[in-house]
């Protein structure tokens, strides 16, 4: 692991173009030929948010990766961090092998995600070791700190990754050609759907992966996981001309398009 690195520079706009320049200036991959790689806060949120999307990807032929950051083992009032954490972490093996995902887990704690240089660390070294050519995460407002926190070491981890002064012993990744947020209930503040995807024929494989949590089949938390992300689903469809499908956001810079001529 490399041992720091910031941002630096007397124009913190010039880092948020390179960042931008970096991740999306990749040459295009064709069916098969991508790699996914979903980063969460806590064990579930991608595969609530984004779970159909990689189940379609990994039809499709494609490699799927998921990073959770945290366990969310502070997530039950009836058990321990650690017996719950162990029980988040039997669940999220189950629900990656549903999807037909890999799994990799953080060295974190819930409620405790830290945003600083070794977090930043951590992620690019997946990131690099993984070499994605798509990354989802999280929107960038959240109610849940977590949440916000894991969508601003992902940004910086991504810059970090393809930078060649980058202390590390992986080579730099510049693979990566887009880099989407998920639709997650925590984080609906200002997320606006971009980019739609059909997942009619993959929300059966997601219903299995997410009801492998405790908490998505109800028995522990009041909210209805599977409902709203269905419903969701449905609506997004309805909006897309689709049965069901997945909204996506991107970053201002990315909805830049230079044509020729109209569509």
């Keep these: 692991m490399p041992r720091s690195w910031r941002p630096s520079g007397p124009c913190p706009g010039l880092w948020a173009l390179a960042l931008v320049t970096a991740v999306w200036a990749a ?8 790699t996914l790689l979903a980063i ?10 984004s779970g159909a999307i990689l189940a379609r990807h990994k039809r499709l032929g494609d490699r799927v990766v998921i990073l959770h950051l945290t366990l969310g083992e502070g997530g039950n009032p ?9 029980q988040k972490r039997r669940e999220a093996l189950a629900a990656a092998k549903a999807l037909g995902a890999e799994v ?14 070794e977090a930043v660390r951590f992620v690019a070294d997946v990131i690099r070791e993984v070499t994605p050519t798509h990354v989802i995460t999280h929107w960038r407002r959240s ?8 969508h601003r070491v992902v940004r910086e981890a991504l ?8 202390l590390s012993k992986l080579p730099r990744h510049r693979g990566v050609r887009g880099v989407y ?35 998505v089949r109800g028995g522990i ?43």
Excluded: M
Aim: with cysteine; proline share 7%; hydrophobic share 40%.
């Design 27 to 34: 040459p295009v991959a064709g069916a098969g030929d991508r």
């Design 40 to 49: 969460g806060a806590h064990a579930g949120d991608v595969e609530n948010s």
């Design 78 to 86: 009836r058990l321990s961090p650690a017996a719950y954490g162990e």
């Design 104 to 117: 990799i887990f953080g060295p974190y704690r819930d409620g405790q995600l830290p945003e600083g240089d």
């Design 143 to 150: 109610i849940h700190r977590d949440h916000e926190a894991t």
């Design 159 to 166: 810059l970090a990754a393809s930078l060649e002064g980058y």
């Design 181 to 215: 947020y998920a639709e997650n209930w925590e984080d609906a503040d200002e997320f606006r759907p971009y980019l739609y995807l059909d997942v009619g024929e993959d929300l059966a494989a997601w219903k299995a992966a997410v009801s492998c949590y405790e908490f």
């Design 221 to 263: 938390s009041p909210f209805p996981y599977l409902e709203y992300y269905e419903s969701l689903a449905r609506v997004r469809g309805a909006e897309a001309g689709k049965r069901f499908a997945i909204a996506l956001d991107v970053d201002p810079l990315a909805k830049k398009r230079v044509l020729d001529a109209l569509p």
